[in-house]
């Protein structure tokens, strides 16, 4: 049968929404063509094929990190796994708690396709595409070029402008002008370009490990 990895989770804040999309997909996959077989990828960037049944969770912290590696007294509420401060061997423990760690070389064990309902950096932005690439596993949605230029709303709109004439209203501010300029006056450089009402977006989003976001675009 045809095995579809079904690859969600991952390091950027919508993880929770890329749960979604990876238990709608695996549940609604025709089980007579295809066999899911879930790839968690944890906030550290782990890939975990995790047992099924924490597939009918309604939300990643309800099963990972597991309880028993939480310190109730200093996490009195519920966290992401990055939160915590574990060994190597710990963390080797909790993968193991909820499935199997997956190396990159062994994808090809246990799916022929990939299927990325996967969300931000290092997935949306053409990373996990070039491993899949580098190691032969095709897989669903934009290649390398096209992800890359996607999550860049500033280069995205740029060739969009150039390429099919689209007039689109928009402003991009670095963090350097924002430091350096007043705001007001920032704010009246915005609506006079832009209009009211109008949405600030970072154009690749901030990476909740650390990995700055270069410009926002307005």
């Known amino acids: 049968m045809f095995k579809v990895g079904i690859f969600f989770g991952g390091p950027a804040r919508e993880r929770e929404i890329s749960f979604l999309g990876g238990k709608t997909t ?7 063509l295809f066999e899911p077989i879930p790839v968690f990828i944890d906030g550290r960037g782990n890939f975990i094929l995790i047992d099924p049944a924490y597939m009918e969770s309604a939300s ?18 519920r966290v992401y796994e990055e939160s915590l401060s574990l060994s190597p061997d710990q963390e080797e423990a909790m993968i193991a708690s909820v ?27 053409g990373a996990i595409q070039g491993l899949l690439e580098w190691y032969g596993i095709p897989y669903y ?29 928009l402003f991009s501010l670095s963090k350097s002008e924002w430091d350096r300029f007043d705001k007001e006056v920032l704010f009246e450089q915005v609506k ?18 650390g990995y700055p976001s270069l410009k926002p675009t307005i």
């Open 99 to 125: 499935g199997k760690r997956l190396l990159p070389h062994e994808f090809k064990a246990y799916f022929d396709f990939a299927f990325l309902a996967v969300h931000g950096p290092q997935l949306e932005d």
């Open 60 to 77: 990643i912290r309800d099963f990972y990190p597991p309880q028993a590696f939480v310190s109730s007294d200093k996490y009195p509420f």
């Open 26 to 32: 695996y549940t609604g996959l025709d089980r007579y």
């Open 141 to 169: 949605g934009s290649g390398l070029m096209g992800s890359g230029i996607g999550i860049d709303k500033i280069a995205q709109n740029e060739l969009i402008q150039r390429t099919v004439g689209l007039p689109k209203r």
């Open 192 to 209: 006079a370009q832009v209009g009211l009402p109008f949405v600030c977006k970072a154009p690749h989003q901030a990476h909740p490990l």
